[in-house]
């Protein structure tokens, strides 16, 4: 994960402010009601491909800081894999229509 992602994960995980803490009831999210969208980029890791290629390290945290923060309503793009395509643009262009139908659902 980069660095400065992780850097704008922890100003934004800020007690009281994003999550709440009750002794007995432990931790809850205060961004409840929010959508989030998460982009991903990847040069050769996809779902299709084999193992030999990595992991997605990614989309579980993620989704599992967004789920801690009380934001259940999580949607994807995919940008990959831009190295083991031929044509790059297809790929691109797949994102940029499934980016266009999640903003026209709102």
């Keep these: 994960m980069p660095y400065k992602l992780k850097h704008l994960i922890d100003l934004v995980t800020q007690p009281g402010w994003s ?3 009750d002794p007995v009831a432990g931790y ?3 961004m409840k009601n929010k ?3 998460i982009i991903h980029a990847s040069g050769v890791w996809h779902n299709d491909v084999g193992e ?3 992991s997605d390290f990614s989309t579980p945290v993620l989704r599992d800081w967004l789920n801690f923060l009380g934001i259940v ?3 994807d793009i995919r940008v990959q894999p831009t190295v083991l395509t031929p ?3 297809v790929v691109k262009a797949a994102a940029m229509k499934h980016a266009s139908e999640l903003a026209s659902a709102i």
Aim: charged share 20%; glycine share 16%.
């Design 35 to 37: 959508k989030a969208v």
């Design 19 to 21: 999550f709440g803490f």
């Design 28 to 30: 809850s999210g205060l």
């Design 87 to 89: 044509d790059v643009e």
């Design 73 to 75: 309503d999580q949607s």
């Design 52 to 54: 030999n290629f990595g």
